[in-house]
């Protein structure tokens, strides 16, 4: 496993359709305004993993649950795989690294595909995979996605509590994004911000 995963993928949020207080980025940055001001922390991610653990704390974890046989090394030793057997419709592969600030998790992208994927099975396409995420989101972390029709990357969902900020988007037809984000320390960061040399950020304008 090795930090530079933490460039695999960061989405930024801005979401601008116009002057309305209603608009999708007004909704969001108000939501998030108003949680970061509770004080209150949401610092669960998964696999007993959550924002802000020391970064010898989470190798330690890994390694346990490699021992456990629940994990391995994954993309290009890069990441680590889990697979999720029972938890949705179909198993799904995610492959997961954290992003350290001052040597605690500050984010968290997963990458998820269902295991079996195929360009002509379209019940195991990232439409498919989306939907089942968030649905098993809602279960664990909360209600309260936000919904973002994007001009380029279809429906994106964000949800806020407290300090964390969780992101869903497809970034294919295969691959669905999660990321987990402690906004007490994550900066936004404009579209052409290369800070974290991600591939995947959405634009500006929206629908």
């Not at 998030?32 to 007993?48: H, N, P, V, W």
């Not at 439409?127 to 989101?137: A, E, K, M, N, P």
Request: charged share 25%.
């Amino acid at each position: 496993m090795k930090r530079n995963f933490r460039n695999a993928v960061y989405l930024i949020i801005i979401i601008f359709t116009g002057t309305s207080g209603c608009t999708p980025r007004a909704k969001y940055e108000r939501k998030l305004k108003q949680e970061l001001a509770t004080g209150i922390r949401y610092d669960s991610l998964f696999l007993g993993l959550y924002l802000g653990m020391s970064q010898k704390d989470f190798y330690t974890r890994c390694w346990e649950l490699n021992r456990m046989g629940l994990v391995k090394q994954g993309i290009g030793n890069t990441t680590v795989e889990y697979i999720i057997k029972d938890e949705l419709k179909h198993s799904v592969t995610m492959n997961f690294y954290p992003a350290f600030i001052e040597g605690k998790i500050a984010e968290m992208p997963v990458k998820f595909i269902y295991n079996g994927w195929a360009p002509w099975n379209a019940p195991l396409s990232s439409d498919s995979l989306q939907v089942d995420l968030l649905d098993r989101f809602k279960e664990t972390y909360g209600e309260d996605f936000i919904r973002i029709d994007h001009r380029n990357r279809g429906t994106a969902y964000v949800l806020v509590n407290g300090n964390r900020r969780i992101t869903i988007f497809k970034e294919n037809e295969m691959n669905v994004w999660a990321v987990f984000s402690d906004m007490t320390v994550i900066k936004e960061q404009s579209d052409t911000s290369n800070t974290v040399n991600t591939p995947f950020k959405i634009p500006e304008t929206s629908k």
